[in-house]
């Protein structure tokens, strides 16, 4: 043995080694540190045997509560899952009801409106579905009075000229009308000259009833009594027509 090397001790293996070089000593149980570096490799081997500080080695317990916090996190989704799934639609149908029931229908028009503005809708919509009836209704009547046939004319025809006249006015022509009847009928020649003087005809009922239902008949819908009195006096004043082109003037 060196004596100069105060702090050189025998190894099993006959090695020399110096502490200041190598804190740590082998020994027959195991390895020592010695000096600065003992008290961290102690702490550090506390550490590794009681599992804090390596995430590889974590404790029990931590690992249980991780386990549990995510099974935890699992069983709150899968209630939630399940939940949604099979909770019955009550809430769907109390707020499709409340919906309804914050809704109403026209029944004008047939659309919908809130509560609150369907009592104005209504009063509005009445006003405009009267306005838009009287508006069909002065069509229709416009449409048939078109396709309506026209008013009889008023008046009667003369029997002797066929000039139609009013009820005031036929009375003074008549008179006029046959005076100067009787004069053309002296001015032709004798073989074209009339021999009786025009009458007014007289119609019944009957026979004016009856030229009314023949024309019915024949399809003719709208022909009505005055239009049958007016045929009578046009035949009447055909029979009664003048060859006014025969007469000679001197």
């Given at each position: 043995m060196n004596h100069n090397y105060p702090f050189e001790r025998s190894r099993p293996n006959e090695h020399k080694i110096r502490e200041s070089h190598c804190p740590t000593k082998h020994t027959v149980s195991g390895t020592q540190q010695v000096g600065p570096m003992s008290n961290?490799?102690?702490?550090?081997?506390?550490?590794?045997?009681?599992?804090?500080?390596?995430?590889?080695?974590?404790?029990?317990?931590l690992g249980m509560t991780r386990l549990s916090s995510s099974d935890?996190?699992?069983?709150?989704?899968?209630?939630?899952i399940t939940i949604s799934d099979t909770e019955p639609?009550?809430?769907?149908?109390?707020?499709?009801?409340?919906?309804?029931?914050?809704?109403?229908?026209?029944?004008?028009?047939?659309?919908?409106?809130?509560?609150?503005?369907?009592?104005?809708?209504?009063r509005a919509c009445q006003l405009a579905d009267e306005l838009h009836r009287r508006q069909m209704e002065a069509k229709q009547a416009w449409d048939?009075?078109?396709v309506r046939r026209p008013s009889h004319p008023p008046g009667t025809?003369?029997?002797?000229?066929?000039?139609?006249?009013t009820h005031a006015s036929l009375s003074l022509h008549i008179p006029r009308?046959?005076?100067?009847?009787?004069?053309?009928?002296?001015?032709?020649?004798?073989?074209?000259?009339?021999?009786?003087?025009?009458?007014?005809?007289?119609?019944?009922n009957e026979e004016l009833q009856e030229r009314v239902e023949k024309a019915h008949r024949n399809g003719l819908t709208y022909y009505a009594l005055a239009d049958a009195l007016d045929e009578?006096?046009?035949?009447?004043?055909?029979?009664?027509?003048?060859?006014?082109?025969?007469?000679?003037?001197?």
């Open positions: 961290i490799s102690a702490s550090w081997r506390n550490k590794k045997s009681t599992g804090i500080g390596d995430p590889n080695s974590a404790p029990k317990t935890s996190t699992k069983e709150v989704r899968t209630t939630s639609k009550t809430s769907t149908i109390s707020s499709k009801k409340s919906s309804q029931s914050l809704i109403q229908v026209c029944p004008i028009c047939s659309r919908f409106y809130g509560l609150a503005s369907i009592d104005i809708h209504r048939n009075k078109l025809l003369c029997h002797i000229c066929g000039r139609r006249y009308c046959l005076k100067q009847w009787i004069l053309w009928n002296k001015m032709l020649p004798k073989r074209r000259q009339h021999r009786q003087i025009p009458i007014t005809p007289t119609p019944t009578i006096m046009l035949e009447a004043s055909l029979k009664n027509k003048l060859p006014v082109e025969l007469i000679h003037t001197k």
